[in-house]
């Protein structure tokens, strides 16, 4: 696996609706070796739902992970308050 880090985290958030989601993808290596896309999703201080998705090839799981991402960011779905300072 190379030494590129992929994670996410995005959240929605609606007052109007009541809407307060985030997602989250990270892409780690398993203890066997595989590479794993980890995604979870769900209300924004809630522990939420998780899926996890195995692949051979590191370059499978970076495809998911960004169509995953662009995916997010069309249904409105960014980066929270302050997210860019924090990266530095």
Known sequence: MST???SLYVE???GA???ARYYA???TTTLFGDICLIRTWGRIGKRGQSRHHHFVREED???LFLDLARRKRARGYHLPPGAEAARG
């Open 17 to 19: 609706r009541n809407m």
């Open 12 to 14: 929605r958030r609606d």
């Open 25 to 27: 993808l990270d892409i």
């Open 4 to 6: 590129q880090t992929y």
């Open 61 to 63: 799981a970076v495809d």
